[in-house]
Protein backbone atom coordinates (compact mmCIF):
# COMPACT_ATOMS: atom_id res chain seq x y z
CA UNK A 1 0.00 0.00 0.00
CA UNK A 2 1.03 3.62 -0.85
CA UNK A 3 -0.09 6.55 1.70
CA UNK A 4 0.06 9.65 1.86
CA UNK A 5 -0.37 10.99 4.70
CA UNK A 6 -0.84 15.41 5.06
CA UNK A 7 1.50 15.68 2.24
CA UNK A 8 1.72 19.68 1.71
CA UNK A 9 3.94 21.39 -0.98
CA UNK A 10 3.52 25.33 -1.02
CA UNK A 11 5.35 27.71 -3.53
CA UNK A 12 6.16 30.83 -2.13
CA UNK A 13 2.25 31.94 -1.63
CA UNK A 14 1.05 29.21 -3.55
CA UNK A 15 -0.41 26.51 -1.72
CA UNK A 16 0.17 23.45 -4.13
CA UNK A 17 -0.95 21.03 -2.51
CA UNK A 18 -2.87 20.98 1.19
CA UNK A 19 -2.24 18.41 4.07
CA UNK A 20 -3.53 15.55 1.40
CA UNK A 21 -4.48 12.45 2.58
CA UNK A 22 -4.54 9.48 0.34
CA UNK A 23 -4.23 5.86 0.58
CA UNK A 24 -3.50 3.86 -2.60
CA UNK A 25 -3.23 0.21 -3.15
CA UNK A 26 -1.57 -2.06 -5.59
CA UNK A 27 -3.69 -3.59 -8.04
CA UNK A 28 -5.53 -0.82 -8.94
CA UNK A 29 -6.03 2.28 -11.50
CA UNK A 30 -6.33 5.10 -9.24
CA UNK A 31 -7.25 8.68 -10.71
CA UNK A 32 -6.03 11.67 -9.44
CA UNK A 33 -8.79 14.32 -10.91
CA UNK A 34 -9.07 17.87 -10.64
CA UNK A 35 -8.90 21.08 -12.71
CA UNK A 36 -6.19 23.22 -13.92
CA UNK A 37 -4.10 24.24 -10.39
CA UNK A 38 -5.44 21.54 -8.51
CA UNK A 39 -2.32 20.33 -7.10
CA UNK A 40 -2.14 16.99 -9.61
CA UNK A 41 1.69 17.74 -10.83
CA UNK A 42 2.79 19.10 -7.82
CA UNK A 43 1.41 15.76 -6.07
CA UNK A 44 3.60 13.57 -8.91
CA UNK A 45 6.45 15.27 -8.75
CA UNK A 46 6.19 14.35 -4.55
CA UNK A 47 5.67 10.84 -5.83
CA UNK A 48 8.84 10.86 -8.12
CA UNK A 49 10.88 12.59 -5.59
CA UNK A 50 11.22 15.42 -8.16
CA UNK A 51 10.14 18.15 -5.27
CA UNK A 52 9.84 17.09 -1.38
CA UNK A 53 7.29 18.28 0.80
CA UNK A 54 7.24 20.62 3.11
CA UNK A 55 5.13 18.33 5.53
CA UNK A 56 3.97 15.04 5.97
CA UNK A 57 4.83 11.20 4.67
CA UNK A 58 5.34 8.89 1.73
CA UNK A 59 5.07 5.52 3.30
CA UNK A 60 5.22 2.70 1.09
CA UNK A 61 4.46 -0.44 2.41
CA UNK A 62 4.94 0.83 6.20
CA UNK A 63 8.22 2.48 4.76
CA UNK A 64 8.62 6.01 5.19
CA UNK A 65 10.46 7.46 1.78
CA UNK A 66 9.32 11.10 2.01
CA UNK A 67 12.05 13.55 0.82
CA UNK A 68 14.13 10.94 -0.86
CA UNK A 69 15.56 11.73 -4.61
CA UNK A 70 14.17 10.54 -7.99
CA UNK A 71 16.45 7.85 -8.22
CA UNK A 72 15.48 6.74 -4.60
CA UNK A 73 12.11 6.47 -5.99
CA UNK A 74 12.72 4.60 -8.66
CA UNK A 75 15.11 1.75 -6.85
CA UNK A 76 11.70 1.51 -4.98
CA UNK A 77 9.77 0.47 -8.11
CA UNK A 78 8.57 4.55 -9.03
CA UNK A 79 8.23 5.39 -12.54
CA UNK A 80 6.69 8.43 -13.55
CA UNK A 81 5.79 9.33 -17.50
CA UNK A 82 5.29 13.19 -17.67
CA UNK A 83 3.02 15.12 -20.10
CA UNK A 84 5.72 16.62 -21.75
CA UNK A 85 7.90 14.61 -24.03
CA UNK A 86 11.17 13.67 -22.70
CA UNK A 87 13.55 12.01 -24.92
CA UNK A 88 17.13 12.80 -25.61
CA UNK A 89 16.59 13.66 -29.33
CA UNK A 90 20.07 12.55 -30.41
CA UNK A 91 20.20 9.09 -28.81
CA UNK A 92 18.40 6.28 -30.92
CA UNK A 93 15.22 4.62 -29.57
CA UNK A 94 17.01 1.74 -28.12
CA UNK A 95 19.47 4.14 -26.03
CA UNK A 96 15.81 5.93 -24.78
CA UNK A 97 14.26 3.16 -23.65
CA UNK A 98 17.25 1.94 -21.92
CA UNK A 99 18.00 5.22 -20.36
CA UNK A 100 19.06 4.95 -17.06
CA UNK A 101 18.07 0.97 -16.85
CA UNK A 102 21.10 -0.05 -16.01
CA UNK A 103 22.66 2.61 -13.45
CA UNK A 104 19.53 1.84 -11.66
CA UNK A 105 20.35 -2.35 -11.63
CA UNK A 106 23.91 -1.18 -11.50
CA UNK A 107 24.96 -3.69 -13.96
CA UNK A 108 25.82 -3.51 -18.06
CA UNK A 109 23.01 -4.42 -20.60
CA UNK A 110 25.06 -6.27 -23.57
CA UNK A 111 24.52 -4.29 -27.06
CA UNK A 112 22.37 -7.15 -28.51
CA UNK A 113 20.33 -7.62 -25.44
CA UNK A 114 19.69 -3.98 -25.26
CA UNK A 115 18.01 -4.20 -28.79
CA UNK A 116 16.04 -7.03 -28.11
CA UNK A 117 14.95 -5.33 -24.88
CA UNK A 118 13.40 -2.51 -25.78
CA UNK A 119 11.77 -3.85 -28.92
CA UNK A 120 10.27 -6.60 -26.51
CA UNK A 121 8.94 -3.71 -24.54
CA UNK A 122 7.18 -1.67 -27.30
CA UNK A 123 5.98 -4.54 -28.42
CA UNK A 124 4.21 -5.10 -25.20
CA UNK A 125 1.53 -1.79 -26.20
CA UNK A 126 2.60 0.01 -29.27
CA UNK A 127 0.49 -0.53 -32.05
CA UNK A 128 2.71 2.52 -34.21
CA UNK A 129 6.21 1.09 -34.73
CA UNK A 130 9.18 3.02 -33.40
CA UNK A 131 12.95 2.39 -35.45
CA UNK A 132 15.31 1.48 -33.24
CA UNK A 133 18.27 2.65 -34.30
CA UNK A 134 16.71 6.31 -34.92
CA UNK A 135 17.10 9.19 -33.29
CA UNK A 136 14.53 10.09 -30.89
CA UNK A 137 14.35 13.59 -32.10
CA UNK A 138 13.54 12.42 -35.41
CA UNK A 139 10.09 10.28 -34.98
CA UNK A 140 6.86 12.12 -34.48
CA UNK A 141 5.71 13.00 -31.06
CA UNK A 142 3.32 9.87 -30.42
CA UNK A 143 5.75 7.69 -31.35
CA UNK A 144 8.29 9.49 -29.06
CA UNK A 145 5.62 9.67 -26.42
CA UNK A 146 5.24 5.90 -26.79
CA UNK A 147 9.15 5.64 -26.28
CA UNK A 148 8.76 7.25 -23.02
CA UNK A 149 6.60 4.90 -22.14
CA UNK A 150 8.45 2.05 -22.81
CA UNK A 151 11.41 3.52 -20.76
CA UNK A 152 8.99 3.58 -17.53
CA UNK A 153 8.01 0.09 -18.49
CA UNK A 154 11.21 -1.97 -18.90
CA UNK A 155 12.12 -0.83 -15.52
CA UNK A 156 8.92 -3.24 -14.46
CA UNK A 157 7.98 -0.73 -12.38
CA UNK A 158 5.43 -1.65 -9.04
CA UNK A 159 4.28 1.70 -9.02
CA UNK A 160 3.38 3.32 -13.00
CA UNK A 161 2.36 6.76 -12.73
CA UNK A 162 0.90 8.31 -15.95
CA UNK A 163 0.30 11.90 -15.83
CA UNK A 164 -1.72 12.94 -18.91
CA UNK A 165 0.76 10.58 -20.69
CA UNK A 166 -1.47 9.86 -23.44
CA UNK A 167 -2.68 13.16 -24.55
CA UNK A 168 0.23 12.80 -27.58
CA UNK A 169 -1.02 9.42 -28.92
CA UNK A 170 -3.13 8.43 -31.58
CA UNK A 171 -6.18 6.50 -31.02
CA UNK A 172 -4.98 3.16 -31.61
CA UNK A 173 -1.94 3.46 -29.31
CA UNK A 174 -3.70 5.02 -26.54
CA UNK A 175 -6.16 2.08 -26.51
CA UNK A 176 -3.21 -0.01 -26.59
CA UNK A 177 -1.77 1.82 -23.49
CA UNK A 178 -5.16 1.42 -21.86
CA UNK A 179 -5.18 -2.23 -22.21
CA UNK A 180 -1.93 -2.62 -20.91
CA UNK A 181 -2.89 -0.46 -17.96
CA UNK A 182 -5.41 -3.03 -16.85
CA UNK A 183 -3.11 -5.57 -17.39
CA UNK A 184 -0.27 -4.30 -15.36
CA UNK A 185 -3.03 -3.98 -12.56
CA UNK A 186 -4.53 -7.31 -12.58
CA UNK A 187 -0.74 -7.72 -12.36
CA UNK A 188 -0.55 -6.44 -8.81
CA UNK A 189 0.81 -2.66 -9.77
CA UNK A 190 -0.80 0.35 -8.64
CA UNK A 191 -1.40 2.45 -11.49
CA UNK A 192 -1.84 6.18 -10.70
CA UNK A 193 -3.70 8.33 -13.18
CA UNK A 194 -4.00 11.53 -14.53
CA UNK A 195 -5.99 12.86 -16.89
CA UNK A 196 -8.66 15.26 -17.70
CA UNK A 197 -11.18 12.88 -19.77
CA UNK A 198 -14.17 11.94 -18.26
CA UNK A 199 -14.56 9.28 -20.32
CA UNK A 200 -11.28 7.55 -19.81
CA UNK A 201 -12.27 8.29 -15.75
CA UNK A 202 -15.08 6.18 -16.25
CA UNK A 203 -13.65 3.40 -18.08
CA UNK A 204 -10.53 2.57 -16.35
CA UNK A 205 -10.53 4.04 -12.84
CA UNK A 206 -10.59 1.53 -10.26
CA UNK A 207 -10.93 4.32 -7.69
CA UNK A 208 -10.80 8.23 -8.03
CA UNK A 209 -9.09 10.57 -5.77
CA UNK A 210 -10.44 14.17 -6.32
CA UNK A 211 -8.19 17.58 -5.76
CA UNK A 212 -9.25 21.15 -5.58
CA UNK A 213 -7.28 23.79 -4.92
CA UNK A 214 -4.68 21.54 -3.50
CA UNK A 215 -7.02 19.29 -0.88
CA UNK A 216 -8.38 16.44 -1.65
CA UNK A 217 -12.24 16.43 -1.79
CA UNK A 218 -13.11 12.68 -1.50
CA UNK A 219 -12.12 9.60 -2.94
CA UNK A 220 -14.58 7.55 -4.67
CA UNK A 221 -14.79 3.47 -5.52
CA UNK A 222 -15.40 2.62 -9.07
CA UNK A 223 -19.32 1.55 -8.81
CA UNK A 224 -19.54 5.32 -6.94
CA UNK A 225 -18.12 7.06 -10.17
CA UNK A 226 -20.67 9.17 -11.82
CA UNK A 227 -19.29 11.79 -14.14
CA UNK A 228 -21.77 15.20 -13.27
CA UNK A 229 -20.94 13.61 -9.49
CA UNK A 230 -17.51 14.24 -10.55
CA UNK A 231 -17.60 17.23 -12.46
CA UNK A 232 -19.00 19.25 -9.34
CA UNK A 233 -16.87 17.82 -6.48
CA UNK A 234 -14.27 19.14 -8.91
CA UNK A 235 -15.80 22.27 -9.21
CA UNK A 236 -19.01 22.96 -7.09
CA UNK A 237 -19.51 26.43 -8.93
CA UNK A 238 -19.74 25.55 -12.09
CA UNK A 239 -22.25 22.32 -11.18
CA UNK A 240 -25.44 22.85 -12.84
CA UNK A 241 -24.29 25.65 -15.72
CA UNK A 242 -24.82 24.48 -18.93
CA UNK A 243 -21.82 25.37 -21.32
N1 LIG B 1 7.16 25.73 -9.60
C1 LIG B 1 6.08 26.43 -9.21
N2 LIG B 1 6.22 27.71 -8.79
C2 LIG B 1 5.15 28.43 -8.37
N3 LIG B 1 3.89 27.96 -8.33
C3 LIG B 1 3.69 26.70 -8.75
C4 LIG B 1 4.76 25.86 -9.21
N4 LIG B 1 4.25 24.67 -9.56
C5 LIG B 1 2.93 24.73 -9.33
N5 LIG B 1 2.59 25.94 -8.85
C6 LIG B 1 1.24 26.37 -8.46
O1 LIG B 1 0.69 25.38 -7.61
C7 LIG B 1 -0.68 25.16 -7.89
C8 LIG B 1 -0.89 23.70 -8.26
O2 LIG B 1 -0.25 23.45 -9.51
P1 LIG B 1 -0.18 22.03 -10.21
O3 LIG B 1 0.66 22.21 -11.43
O4 LIG B 1 0.21 21.01 -9.23
O5 LIG B 1 -1.70 21.81 -10.63
P2 LIG B 1 -2.31 20.81 -11.71
O6 LIG B 1 -3.56 20.30 -11.09
O7 LIG B 1 -1.29 19.83 -12.09
O8 LIG B 1 -2.64 21.75 -12.94
P3 LIG B 1 -2.54 21.40 -14.53
O9 LIG B 1 -3.71 20.52 -14.80
O10 LIG B 1 -2.65 22.76 -15.14
O11 LIG B 1 -1.21 20.76 -14.75
C9 LIG B 1 -1.04 26.13 -9.02
O12 LIG B 1 -1.61 27.28 -8.44
C10 LIG B 1 0.29 26.43 -9.65
O13 LIG B 1 0.28 27.73 -10.22
Not at 108 to 116: E, N, S
Not at 131 to 146: I, N, T, V
Amino acid sequence: MLEIKGLSKRYGETVALDRADISLDFGEIHTILGENGSGKSTLVKLLSGIVSPDAGEIMLSGEDITGRNPAAFQEKGFATVFQEVLVAPDRNVIDNILLGYDDLWRRRTARRDRATLAAQTLKEFAVTEAPLEEPAGRLPLAAQQLVVIARALVRKPQILILDEATAALDFADREAVFDLMRRLAADGCLIIFITHRMDEVMSLSNKVTVLRSGRVVTTLRREELEPEKLLALMAPEMAGVEE
